[in-house]
């Protein structure tokens, strides 16, 4: 599926979420693939209530809208589509090494350069999907009490030799078709198969141990890829395999936060 022919991009000097940007549009009428980008956000959301900080003129910050016809339960499917879109583009448009933290970061170097934050919502009698991203690109520096878990694209760049700033809307565009062509792949069937290889070759717990913290009580176990689903595929110590999905769990590394 080409870009152009599924994307309408709506830009912003300033929004409060592009998120919200989105939902108002699909209140308005809006179609899939309408999609807000903003140079800043004066209320950018993260998950778990958490806010996401979105100055002027430095990093990427867009969203956009689905309406896939695909039970509820099926929805969260559409955040393991945008993770392998931007860890894809990333390394493909700066050649360097992104990964994906399931199910919703991105990460170089073990810290974080990219949250996903999608959010369903009721729409005209049914359910759409509003995926959003955020993507540092150009941040300079980070507060003292991030540094040892965040980081950008322009960091790593300047780290390996080459300090110039990363151009935004290359970005966006190499994202964009990324997400066009993995979404087309998805809805063909309505499930991950497709996509799951290429998924698994770039999650950074792939083979490691990993703390899954279950409000039951947390546990350790092995990540061995994802299912069809997005659900994550883990070893318990005792060898039998078993499925989290996202909305129960969290995964951390053993040592930190990969
Ligand atoms: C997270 O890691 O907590 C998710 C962060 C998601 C941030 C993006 S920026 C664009 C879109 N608009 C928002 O208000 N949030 C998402």
């Known amino acids: 599926m080409d870009t152009a022919d599924f994307f309408e991009i709506h830009r912003f ?21 309408w999609l807000a980008v903003a140079d800043e956000q004066t209320a950018g959301k993260g998950r778990r209530g958490r806010s996401w900080a979105s100055p002027p003129g430095e990093s990427l910050y867009f969203s956009f809208l689905l309406k896939p016809d695909l039970a509820p339960a099926l929805l969260p499917q ?29 990460v170089i170097g073990g810290k974080k350069v990219c949250g996903i934050l999608t959010e369903a919502f009721s729409c005209g009698g049914g359910t759409a999907v509003v995926v959003g991203i955020g993507i540092n690109v150009n941040t300079a520096a980070f507060p003292k009490e991030l540094q040892d878990r965040a980081t950008s694209l322009f960091l790593e760049r300047s780290g390996s030799g080459n300090a110039a700033p990363v151009d935004r809307d290359a970005l966006l565009m190499a994202v964009l078709a990324a997400y066009a062509e993995g979404y087309a792949r998805f809805m063909e069937e309505g499930s991950l198969a497709k996509i ?59 040592y930190g936060y990969v």
């Open 13 to 33: 000097a300033s929004v409060d979420s592009t998120n919200e940007a989105v939902k108002r549009a699909a209140a308005a009428g809006a179609t899939e693939g």
């Open 78 to 106: 559409v955040t393991i589509v945008a993770g392998l879109a931007v860890a894809y583009a990333i390394r493909r448009e700066l050649q360097l090494p992104a990964l994906i933290k399931w199910p919703n970061d991105i």
């Open 196 to 254: 799951r290889e290429a998924y698994e070759a770039l999650m950074v717990s792939l083979g490691n141990e990993v703390r899954i913290e279950d409000p039951a009580g947390a546990y350790t176990a092995v990540c061995r890829g994802i299912g069809a689903d997005g659900a994550m595929r883990i070893a318990l110590p005792d060898g039998t395999e078993q499925m989290v999905s996202s909305g129960e769990i969290s995964v951390r590394g053993l």
